[in-house]
């Protein structure tokens, strides 16, 4: 059966320079209430690569206190939609998160990276009239398993000069 799904809360700082844009979150993040919680997502191993932090030993709340503390941000192109199960494809009846005003409530906000094409579809056409550097990255899900780790890791490195 085809359920409302909601995304989480935007975690990010006033001095928020990168923001990382999901799609809506999985089943497993949706049942632990936490953002990338399926246990072969790539993206705390991704993200913790580009900030120089080793994430993924750390609980839930550390790792968002060390994305924090180098600048990044986390939130969803989709506010809610209806999907069974967890794959973007199954999406249907989206309603979009309010991107182009949430990003000009960040004033140090330099660079959004799209955690995948349902992601950098969503959410690009939102912020294309902004100044903003937009980003499409390989998906760092593990239903994207067709592209090797270091070839995403190479892409998702594009963010680093962003925090700097």
Known sequence: MEVRKSSF???VAPDT???VLGSLPGERSLAA???YAHPRNRFWHLIGKVVGAE???LD???RLTALLAARVGLWDTVASARRVGSLDAAIRE???NPLAEFA???PDLRAVGFNGQASARIGMPQLAHTDLALIALPSSSPANASIPLPEKQRSWDRLR???C
Do not use: Q
């Open 9 to 11: 809360p935007p975690v």
């Open 17 to 19: 320079r990168v923001l």
């Open 33 to 35: 209430g936490r953002y």
């Open 55 to 57: 994430l993924e030993p």
């Open 60 to 62: 839930y709340e550390a």
């Open 94 to 96: 989206a309603e979009h």
């Open 104 to 106: 000009a409530s960040l």
């Open 161 to 163: 000069e962003f925090l």
